[in-house]
């Protein structure tokens, strides 16, 4: 059974303190691993996809790395408008997206 | 926005009662997904169509729960005999490819 595990559950930043959110996972046969940013009361936002291990990508402060077995979204100098809850989810071949739970990221000012 | 709609946002309901959600995706897109979110948790699979044949249903699905999705446009999902542990929202996906799915806005559904 594909699974992911995301941690902290929780973390709080000062504005401009960097940190990285983890996500692992299990899954037979990875077709896509994808981060999305979920504000309160809204739906999921699509932020990244990585395919493969050592694949890297980059958007604002924001940069999601990949291995065979977890990936990072590291943020940079965040800001509090950066605040909100990250999921990971993973996707086998041609399955549904499995999430984790998500973290959820306070940055005060 | 990511041009997925959904109606309605907000639904509260006596339990018993049958609720209908709707989703429109972007016109291009012919996958459709229906997630489930509990509070602290991520968005859980709930079925998904592509083009107008439903191709998978999730085991959690209790047979209460039932999704049309005619002429492979806009889908409805049906809540039968709602519970209190249907409150929860209730989220569509949609994508023209099996990798990114775009969100729409979420029902968030009360059951009383």
């Known amino acids: 059974e594909d699974q992911v595990t995301q941690s902290p559950e929780a973390l709080r930043l000062q504005e401009g303190e960097s940190s990285s959110l983890n996500c692992s996972y299990t899954v037979s046969g990875l077709r896509g691993l994808f981060w999305y940013r979920q504000d309160p009361g809204k739906g999921p936002e699509f932020l990244f996809t990585l395919y493969s291990a050592g694949e890297e990508k980059e958007k604002e402060r924001l940069k999601a790395t990949l291995t065979k077995k977890e990936s990072f979204l590291h943020i940079t100098a965040p800001k509090p408008e950066d605040s909100a809850t990250y999921l990971c989810?993973?996707?086998?071949?041609?399955?549904?997206?499995?999430f984790g739970k998500g973290t959820r990221l306070s940055v005060i000012a | 926005d990511t041009g997925v709609s959904q109606n309605p946002r907000h639904k509260i309901t006596k339990r018993g009662q049958n609720v209908t959600f709707r989703c429109d995706p972007i016109s291009e897109h012919n996958r459709l997904y229906w997630y489930r979110q509990t509070l602290g948790q991520g968005p859980e699979f709930l079925t998904y169509f592509q083009n107008e044949a439903q191709l998978e249903k999730s085991r959690l699905l209790s047979d209460r729960f039932s999704a049309e999705r005619p002429k492979g446009s806009f889908s409805t999902l049906e809540i039968q005999r709602t519970e209190q542990g249907d409150s929860a929202m209730y989220l569509c996906?949609?994508?023209?490819?099996?990798?990114?799915?775009?969100f729409g806005p979420g029902t968030r559904l009360t059951v009383t």
């Open positions: 989810a993973v996707q086998a071949r041609d399955t549904p997206l499995v």
């Open positions: 996906a949609t994508t023209s490819s099996a990798y990114e799915q775009y």
